[in-house]
């Protein structure tokens, strides 16, 4: 029949438009991925590293990179771009500009999808490996300090539901003034244990954790001074833990 025929080469026209497609994301992502080893040779990384963040052999990166320029990687990367390729990463960045905001929900997704890999990572390491990963509730700035929790099933779970909260949020906004409950604090830290799901610590809830006694004035006094020093251990207050106002410490107002 001749509209059966008519379907039939709409339906291939558009599965070879669809080849092309994927043919020409397939390129450019290889002229990125060469311009990234190439970037990684160039700042000092070994070929066995790039060759493992790659997923290749150190004989297979070398032969990209043994002849590549950089700057003419670059010139092909500005072509990228102008044709609406992600550009890659600024390597003098911070990872607490993550945290800063956004100015268009896009890029809030871009966000999103960032923290959705780093679950995956984990879940491939709780299954791999016979300890659990780590991750720092303290914004990049706090570096030295740190404050690291243990992330297992219940902790990637909970990061999966706040962003499964925040990408339902962003899917109803038209822009980012729009946002509510997903709404990135002030306080990169803060908005660091929010991405990790992990609450500002309470007063009682970390006393029951720790089962400390409060019941007398002097124990009231060493839990309150506990309580905050993991406050400020965590990046939630930048006040000395031993000098705050202690409501159990007498005569201190």
């Known amino acids: 029949m001749k509209g059966d025929w008519l379907g039939k080469v709409r339906r291939q026209r558009r599965v070879l438009a669809r080849v092309r497609r994927a043919a020409w994301r397939l390129e450019q992502a290889e002229r990125e991925r060469a311009w990234a080893l190439v970037a990684a040779r160039v700042e000092g990384v070994s070929v066995r590293k790039a060759a493992e963040a790659a997923g290749l052999s150190p004989s297979r990166v070398h032969q990209l990179t043994k002849d590549a320029d950089l700057d003419a990687l670059d010139v092909v990367l500005g072509e990228l771009r102008a044709a ?12 607490d500009e993550e945290l800063s905001g956004r100015a268009s929900v896009a890029e809030r997704l871009v966000d999103e999808v960032g923290w959705i890999r780093q679950c995956a990572d984990w879940v491939d390491h709780l299954d791999r490996e ?36 925040d990408v339902d949020e962003l899917a109803r906004a038209r822009s980012v003034e729009d946002l509510a409950g997903a709404r990135v604090g002030d306080d990169p ?10 609450p500002d610590l309470e007063y009682a809830e970390f006393t029951r954790r720790k089962n400390l006694p409060w019941r007398s004035t002097r124990q009231g ?32 107002a």
């Open 221 to 252: 006094e060493a839990a309150w001074d506990a309580y905050q020093a993991e406050r400020h251990h965590r990046g939630e207050t930048d006040q000395d833990p031993y000098t705050v106002y202690n409501p159990f410490r007498p005569g201190r």
């Open 84 to 95: 609406g390729w992600p550009a890659p990463e600024d390597l003098e960045g911070s990872d």
């Open 130 to 165: 016979s300890y659990p990963p780590a991750a720092n509730l303290r914004s990049e700035a706090d570096f030295p300090d740190r404050a690291n929790v243990v992330v297992d099933s219940a902790r990637v779970s909970a990061i999966l539901r706040r962003i499964a909260f």
């Open 189 to 198: 830290r803060a908005e660091r244990r929010r991405r990790l799901a992990e």
